[in-house]
């Protein structure tokens, strides 16, 4: 059964950001807030947690397009090849922000996403998931938790959240109630902007 954790974004507990950080390095999953929808998630380089939340999306490992979660753009060169000024300008206005940006994947991507030509890169602006990510020390793969319902496409609720997912993860955490509008999703790996799905994320940053 998943542990049930809070946190407040305007000071995350650092011993809770430490108890979810060794969770995940031992391959645990987790549901945690973003600066949009909730997201399941789990340590990039661990390849068993990532067959993990393949399973439970019922999709296979090497056809999944999941996000790469950051704390800022600093690691950006360990994933993503060498990029022109404008696309950084780009980047560094809309983030952290409510937006996926996809970009051409570089050689040093992890085991289990050699073969891709592109990630998707998110900079959320949510201070639980920056503490979460630092503490890790990777990126944070993820992916949103959708919902059955026809009229409310994702749960905002972090306790009927719970309900649903306690025996498939193992962490939730509350950070209060999240947004029911996706990241908007933006391609930027053939060096000009094309907007995938347009969601929070306003276009008035090119």
Same mark, same amino acid.
């Given at each position: 059964?998943?542990?049930?954790?809070?946190?407040?974004?305007? *000071?995350? =507990?650092?011993?809770?950001?430490?108890?979810?950080? *060794?969770?995940?390095?031992?391959?645990?999953?987790?549901?945690?807030? /973003?600066?949009? !929808?909730? @997201?399941?998630?789990?340590?990039?380089? *661990?390849?068993?947690?990532?067959?993990?939340?393949?399973?439970?999306? @019922? %999709?296979?490992?090497?056809?999944?397009?999941?996000?790469?979660?950051?704390?800022?753009?600093?690691?950006?060169?360990?994933?993503?090849?060498?990029?022109?000024?404008? &696309?950084?300008?780009?980047?560094?206005?809309?983030?952290?922000?409510?937006?996926?940006?996809?970009?051409?994947?570089?050689?040093?991507?992890?085991?289990?996403?050699?073969?891709?030509?592109? !990630?998707?890169?998110?900079?959320? #602006?949510?201070?639980?998931?920056?503490?979460?990510?630092?503490?890790? @020390?990777?990126?944070?793969?993820? /992916?949103?938790?959708? #919902?059955?319902?026809?009229?409310?496409?994702?749960? &905002?609720?972090?306790?009927?959240? +719970?309900?649903?997912?306690?025996?498939?993860?193992?962490?939730?955490? #509350?950070?209060?109630? @999240?947004? =029911? %509008?996706?990241? &908007?999703?933006? *391609?930027?790996?053939?060096? +000009?902007?094309?907007?995938?799905?347009?969601?929070?994320? /306003?276009?008035? %940053?090119?």
């Amino acid at each position: 059964m998943a542990e049930f954790i809070k946190l407040f974004e305007e *000071n995350p =507990n650092p011993k809770q950001v430490e108890r979810i950080g *060794n969770i995940l390095r031992k391959g645990g999953l987790i549901i945690y807030p /973003t600066d949009t !929808v909730y @997201g399941l998630g789990c340590d990039i380089t *661990n390849s068993k947690a990532l067959q993990r939340i393949a399973r439970i999306k @019922g %999709i296979k490992l090497e056809k999944a397009n999941w996000s790469f979660v950051c704390a800022d753009l600093s690691n950006l060169s360990d994933f993503v090849r060498q990029i022109d000024s404008t &696309t950084f300008k780009i980047l560094k206005r809309a983030l952290p922000g409510p937006y996926t940006f996809i970009l051409p994947g570089n050689n040093s991507l992890p085991k289990d996403f050699k073969r891709k030509k592109t !990630v998707g890169i998110r900079v959320p #602006d949510n201070e639980i998931v920056k503490a979460l990510v630092t503490e890790l @020390g990777n990126p944070i793969v993820s /992916t949103s938790i959708y #919902d059955e319902d026809d009229i409310l496409e994702y749960t &905002t609720d972090p306790e009927l959240i +719970y309900e649903k997912w306690e025996n498939l993860v193992d962490v939730v955490v #509350d950070g209060g109630y @999240g947004g =029911n %509008i996706a990241s &908007t999703v933006i *391609n930027l790996s053939e060096g +000009y902007p094309e907007v995938v799905r347009e969601g929070k994320g /306003t276009l008035d %940053i090119f």
